[in-house]
């Protein structure tokens, strides 16, 4: 019985000497190419990274990575692309806010105000009634600017199904408008 409790430690043991050696011999090589890819800051790099490695440690103790080196090297890709697409989606924000002399606070009309809330309060519970997977994979398309192959790759799914459920969302918020008198 002591062998049995002793197993487990040592295997955890050869797997954290394992995720050890693979970042001392990737996290520098993975940093740079962060940096030379992407443009990022060498901090932004090293945070990137460190992701890749707690990506791949749950997967590296059951023995699913067959090609370390390649996998790191797609996480920190995958990530950072998921970076710079949220980036591209605050700017696009940021720019549009700036760009639209509507959104001065002294434009602001009571009426204006009252119509957002009601707006809001539609989408919010069409949102809300639809099934759970079609509101997150509406939110991952429309809010964190995911393409429907980068979620398909994250869920599971294939790219058409992920590109249906996302168009069957945008129909029922457009419903929701339409029964109250909306566009």
């Not at 720019?95 to 001065?104: A, L, N, T, Y």
């Not at 809330?117 to 989408?123: E, Y």
């Not at 918020?173 to 339409?178: D, K, M, P, S």
């Amino acid at each position: 019985m002591a062998t049995a409790l002793a197993s487990p430690v040592a295997s955890e043991t050869k797997n954290e000497r394992e995720l050890d050696y693979y970042y001392r011999e990737y996290h520098q090589e993975l940093c740079r190419y962060t940096v030379s890819k992407f443009g990022l800051s060498y901090s932004e790099a090293e945070d990137l990274v460190q992701e890749a490695f707690a990506r791949m440690a749950p997967q590296l103790q059951t023995g699913e990575i067959e090609h370390v080196r390649a996998f790191l090297y797609r996480s920190v890709h995958n990530a950072t692309i998921d970076i710079l697409r949220k980036g591209q989606v605050r700017e696009s924000y940021a720019q549009s806010v700036q760009g639209d002399p509507d959104r001065d606070q002294d434009s602001r009309s009571p009426e204006r105000v009252a119509s957002g809330r009601q707006f809001l309060g539609l989408i919010s519970r069409a949102l809300w009634n639809m099934p759970h997977k079609r509101r997150r994979l509406l939110l991952m398309n429309r809010v964190d600017g995911l393409s429907y192959a980068e979620i398909a790759r994250r869920e599971g799914l294939s790219a058409t199904v992920v590109k249906k459920h996302v168009a069957k969302a945008l129909a029922g918020c457009q419903e929701a408008l339409r029964a109250h008198g909306g566009e």
